[in-house]
């Protein structure tokens, strides 16, 4: 790993970050005010038999989570479309545009005529787009914790799970992170990149959601990087290992491809 | 030992692009090396195989001593590069630039000081974003950028491109002064009058292929000349001189061309009631035009057979 290149990386993304914190923070912080706010008048008109127990049931299983309890409203809010997109723009466009945009501008090679290994590059990059996946979801994490102490409903919050949560979304979008970081060490055009990176997420957020709507579909579920982050249960204290490794499994996976893959290319003069 | 040393390096881009082919030479330590051809005609090929951007599909490079594909990172360490049409990271000032590009060395950029004055960078300029930088202000900060840490070989490609007539003077200059200080640099370009000013000994490279390597002076001395002289009287016999062709007498104007010694032809002129006479010097692009008429392309992407001039095949070109 090359520090001067993951400094001059931290400072080139330190806005983007600042945004992208704040904006999960404030998301992160709306969950326990919901819960608060209306989550026990739900569970009155759930109880009350008004809505039908098949349609409560399929509510509380979109996406992991429900509204009912604390830990489903953060499990909501964690695999929520609006969280999703944020944690991207470090997950899927930062990582994907970290060498192909590099190559498309021109300034690989300046980069690369100093002494550092393609190899360096790659991991400096991957553990850059780690980090500020990982900030992200603190953020995310810290929103989420204050507001559950604000309004007053923080004993319902294990500290502990609430860490082995952050930890199994960041091991999530570290293993997108290294697809997209691998499709652009592959391509000299930031938009096969992207479009490989932003595809496989967008794949993998339908066939998870597909396969919780869908019991029929749930065999695919696998497939989905999204199937091993299972928020209500590591929320509840069950935290699967098994997730963990197989998300450690991809990210190795498409890094390894990347940190082979990328040497033995050809940096041919920016057209 | 040659700082840059190729064995029949050679580059294809999949079957139909042959962009260098079987590139054999030796650069000298402390010498000015141009490597001179027109646009597409393998120059840049050839920096970025030196430099480990491109694996060669033949032959071998080494660069200080080592080998090109596998020391890639340790020869960068000690070559300063300057790529054609050069992009610089917009967002950051000139001064933040340089000073990231120097700490990526891991060490003091010496020269930096003396470039920044010598290409007149202003303290105010170094401080504006890049973005704001004309052409010819982002050629300085690239030249900067290649020589700041003292390489001791630096690769430059087109490296006066954008630069006015006054910067290009201060850019020869600092060549002069790399040059006394035994620093060795490989100067790729397709502007004649550069490489006959500054260089030692060029390459000519056409369609990927070397066509010609030899001393600047040597190349410039067997040269073609035109020769004009006004003369009182009869005009001399210069027949039989050697070097002598296209021989034209009217009107007491002789006109000719002269190739080689310039010696036999004075000689000739004695006797001669001469009352004026002009040798148009002999330039590179009159060298460079001729040997890209006498070396015939060969099919689509491949150069022709290389002229007599040239080194031998198969080892490299001393």
Redesign the interface.
């Given at each position: 790993m090359n520090p001067t290149l993951l400094l001059r990386t931290w400072r080139a993304q330190r806005a983007k970050l600042l945004a992208v914190v704040l904006a999960l923070a404030a998301w992160g912080f709306c969950m326990p005010v919901i819960y608060a706010a209306y989550g026990a008048q739900f569970q009155h008109i759930v109880d009350s038999g008004l809505i039908p127990r098949q349609m409560t049931d399929l509510l509380s299983d979109i996406g992991g989570g429900n509204i009912f309890s604390l830990g489903g409203a953060i499990a909501l809010g964690f695999i929520h479309p609006i969280a999703v997109a944020l944690i991207c723009v470090f997950a899927v466009g930062f990582a994907a545009s970290a060498v192909a945009g590099e190559r498309q501008r021109g300034t690989l090679e300046v980069l690369l005529a100093r002494p550092i290994s393609r190899r360096n590059l790659i991991v400096t990059l991957y553990v850059a787009t780690v980090g500020f996946i990982a900030i992200s979801f603190a953020a995310f994490m810290v929103g989420t914790a204050l507001a559950a102490g604000l309004w007053g409903v923080a004993r319902e919050l294990d500290p502990v799970a609430l860490g082995a949560l952050w930890l199994n979304g960041v091991l999530m979008f570290a293993a997108f992170g290294a697809v997209c970081l691998a499709a652009s060490a592959s391509f000299d055009r930031l938009t096969p990149a992207l479009g490989i990176g932003l595809g496989y997420l967008l794949a993998s957020y339908f066939v998870d959601v597909l396969g919780s709507l869908w019991p029929d579909a749930r065999g695919v579920q696998p497939l989905s990087l999204f199937h091993y982050v299972r928020a209500p249960a590591v929320l509840a204290g069950r935290l699967d290992p098994v997730d963990l490794v197989v998300l450690v499994a991809v990210a190795t996976v498409a890094l390894t491809y990347a940190l082979i893959r990328f040497p033995r290319r050809d940096i041919a003069a920016p057209s | 030992m040659g700082i840059i040393v190729t064995e029949g390096l050679s580059k294809d881009?999949g079957r139909a692009i042959h962009a260098l082919d079987d590139l054999s030479i030796e650069i000298r330590p402390g010498e000015i090396f141009g490597f001179l051809g027109p646009n597409g005609a393998g120059k840049?090929?050839a920096i970025?195989l030196l430099?480990g951007?491109?694996?060669p599909t033949a032959g071998r490079a080494t660069v200080l001593g080592l080998d090109a594909e596998r020391d890639?990172?340790?020869i960068?360490?000690r070559?300063g590069?300057l790529?054609?049409?050069?992009?610089?990271?917009d967002?950051l000032t000139g001064l933040a630039l340089l000073d990231?590009?120097a700490?990526?060395?891991?060490r003091p950029a010496p020269r930096r000081a003396e470039l920044v004055e010598r290409l007149e960078l202003a303290d105010e300029t170094l401080r504006r974003p890049l973005r704001d930088y004309s052409r010819g202000m982002r050629q300085k900060i690239g030249i900067v950028?290649a020589l700041q840490h003292d390489p001791e070989l630096a690769i430059l490609d087109e490296p006066t491109e954008g630069l006015d007539p006054l910067m290009q003077r201060a850019f020869y200059g600092i060549l002069d002064d790399l040059r006394v200080a035994g620093r060795t640099i490989f100067l790729s370009s397709h502007v004649l009058a550069e490489v006959e000013r500054v260089c030692d000994r060029v390459a000519i490279v056409r369609q990927g292929r070397l066509v010609a390597l030899e001393d600047v002076a040597a190349l410039l001395a067997r040269r073609r000349r035109h020769v004009e002289i006004r003369v009182r009287g009869a005009a001399p016999s210069l027949d039989a001189v050697a070097g002598v062709s296209g021989l034209v007498v009217r009107d007491g104007l002789v006109s000719c061309d002269l190739e080689g010694d310039v010696a036999p032809f004075l000689a000739a002129l004695v006797g001669a009631d001469v009352a004026d006479l002009t040798i148009e010097p002999a330039h590179l692009e009159e060298a460079f035009l001729e040997l890209y008429a006498e070396a015939p392309a060969v099919g689509a992407g491949r150069a022709g057979h290389a002229p007599s001039d040239v080194g031998p095949v198969g080892g490299p070109v001393r």
């Open positions: - | 881009y840049t090929t970025r430099l951007f491109l694996h890639s990172v340790a960068r360490r070559v590069y790529p054609g049409g050069i992009a610089l990271y967002t990231y590009l700490d990526l060395y891991g950028q």
